[in-house]
C-alpha cells in the first residue's frame, strides 16, 4: 500500500509528459521560503532523482542553493549524477561534506568517475577522501585512462566466475556474497589469467539445471572492449551489436571493468544531442544553465565565420551591380534562390552528418549516396524552376527573367544537394567534426553558386 500511496503522490506532481507539475514546484519553493524541512522531505520524496536533478535545474540560483541547504541528508548520490554537468560543480560546492560524503558512498565507481572527472582538484579531493581505500584507488585508476574513453566509462563492480564453473557453483557463490553489484546482467566467465571467455545471462542460469556447465550457456554474441577504445564506438557496438553488457579488458586481455547498456545509451544520447547543436553552429558543451559570458563566448567564434562567408556572399553580388540597379526585379528574386539552395543543402547535410555517425556513409556507398543526392537536387531543381518560372512570368510579365530563375534554381538544388553530401565526408576524412564545420561552408557554396548563377545567367540573357 505504502509504493501505491507513493505512486499516486509522483503521479499529482508529475504531468501526463513525466514534467513536473507547476503547482508542485510552488509547492517545494513555499515550504523552502517558510523553512519547512519536513514538508520539502515529504513533497520530494516520492520523486526520482533525475525529476529532482530537473527542477534543481529549473530554478534560479538563490532558491537553489536554499533548497539544497534545507533538504540536506536527503541528497544522494543519484541526483548528482542526473545534474547536468555545467550545475554539477556548484550544487557540489554547496553541499556540506558530510551530506556529500554520504551521497558518494552510494554510487558506483563509473558515477563517480563521471561525477567528479570535470571538478578542480579541491573538489576532487573532498569525494576520495570520503571513499573507502579500495574505491578510491579504483577510481583514481579509472581517471589515468583518456578522457572519453571506456576506462572512464566502466564500472568497477562486476561478477565474475571461473569458465569450469557449473549453475549450482555459480548460483551458490552469488548467494553467499556479500559484494554483489546492486544491478548487473551478466556472469562474466575467465580463463585462469582472468581473461573473458563469455558472458552468461542470469536469466540463463536460473533456467538451467545445477549441474550444467556455465560455458555451455554462454551467449553466442560476445564482445569485449579494449580499456582505452574510445567511449563514441562503445556505444556504436552496444547500439549494433543490441549489448546490454560488456566485459573491459587491458592491454594484456584481462578483466578490469564492465559497461553497461545505461552507460552506453547516455553516452549515445550525448553524442545525438552535441550533434544537433553542431549542425547550428553551437558548441556541443552548451546547456540552458550556462552563463551569459560563457554562452557567448561560445557562439561567437562560429558567427564570425558565418559573417565571413556572407561577406564572400555579397562580393558576388556586388560583381553585378550595374545588372541589379538595371533589372530592379532581380534584387526580388535572388534572395529566393539562394534561399530555396540553404535549405536544400541543410537537409543533405543532416542527412549526411546523421550518417557519418552511425557509420552508415562509407567508402562503399559514398558514390551511391552523391549519384541519389545529385538525382534528388536535379529532380527537385526542376520541379521549382517550373514554378519560378511560373511566377516570374506572371509576376514581372518576362518570359526570359522566368527562364532565368528557373535555370538558377536547378543549378544551385543540385549542388546544394551534393554539397549537403561531399562537403561533411571531406571534413571527416581530414579530422574535422562535419557536424560542427559543414554549416557554414554549405551555406557559403550554395549562396555564392545561387547568386552568381542567377545573376550571371541575368547578365547574359537580359542584358
Known sequence: MAETGEASTRDEILDDGYELDRKAVAQILYAVDREDRETLVALMEPLHAADIADLLEQI??????????????????EILSELDETLREDVIGIMTPQVLAEAVR????????????????????????????????????????????????M????VMAPE????????????????LPEQFYHVILVDPKLRPVANVTLGRIMSSRRDVTLKSIGEESFHTISVLREEGEVAYAFNQYHLISAPVVDENERLVGVITIDDAMAV???ENEEDILRLAGVDGESRLSDAVIDTVKRRIPWLAVNLVTAVMASLVIAQFEDAIATVVALAVLMPIVASMGGNAGTQSLTVAVRALATKDLTGANLWRVIRREGAVGLING??????MG???LIWFGSPAL??????????????????????????DKVGVDPALASGAFVTTVTDVVGFFAFLGLAVVVLL
Do not use: C
Open 155 to 158: 564500472q568497477r563492480e562486476f
Open 268 to 270: 549515445l544520447d550525448e
Open 382 to 387: 526542376v520541379t521549382f524552376a517550373v514554378v
Open 60 to 77: 534560479n540560483a538563490f532558491d537553489r542553493r536554499r533548497l539544497i541547504l534545507l533538504y540536506g541528508q536527503e541528497m544522494d548520490g
Open 164 to 179: 569450469h564453473w557449473s549453475v549450482g557453483e555459480a548460483i551458490d557463490f552469488l548467494r553467499s556474497s556479500e559484494n
Open 106 to 153: 552510494e554510487l558506483d565507481s563509473d558515477d563517480v568517475v563521471d561525477l567528479i572527472e570535470d571538478l578542480d582538484e579541491e573538489q576532487q579531493g573532498a569525494i576520495l577522501d570520503v571513499l573507502p581505500e579500495s574505491e578510491r584507488l579504483a577510481v583514481q585508476q579509472s581517471l589515468t585512462y583518456p578522457e572519453f574513453s571506456a576506462g572512464r566509462l
Open 390 to 392: 511560373i511566377v516570374g
Open 402 to 427: 522566368g527562364g532565368v530563375i528557373a535555370t538558377a534554381m536547378i543549378i544551385n538544388l543540385v549542388v546544394a544537394g551534393l554539397a549537403g553530401i561531399v562537403i561533411p565526408v571531406v571534413l
